[in-house]
């Protein structure tokens, strides 16, 4: 079955950087456009970083500059490096094929916070 396992996140102080691993299973990871998404507490899921099986690279507004997403296909491993970063950007990141509404991993916490 599919499984998408995140990775990474942490406390970290404001202008600190975290870079995000997730690792997919039960897929061909390599044909598929993969999702950096997150949710903070009382808000809804968003996507923050996309990137295409051909290497097509969208991000959210307000994280373009300083995350960069990026994949691994031989490893079948997606990654969000994120610098520079503020409290506004403290949530849950989750990883997902793009266009899935399912098959979600247990995310990863990232905290921004002095």
């Known amino acids: 079955q599919v499984q998408l396992v995140e990775s990474g996140g942490g406390l970290v102080q404001p202008g600190g950087s975290l870079r995000l691993s997730c690792a997919a299973s039960g897929i061909i990871f390599s044909i598929n456009g993969m999702g950096w998404y997150r949710q903070a507490p009382g808000k809804q899921r968003e996507l923050v970083a996309a990137i295409t099986s051909g290497g097509t690279i969208n991000y959210a507004h307000s994280v373009k500059g300083r995350f960069t997403i990026s994949r691994a296909n031989g490893e079948n491993t997606l990654y969000l490096q994120m610098n520079s970063l503020k409290p506004e950007v403290t949530a849950v990141y989750y990883c997902?094929?793009?266009?899935?509404?399912?098959?979600w991993g247990q995310g990863t916490q990232v905290t921004v916070s002095s």
């Open positions: 997902n094929v793009l266009g899935w509404k399912n098959n």
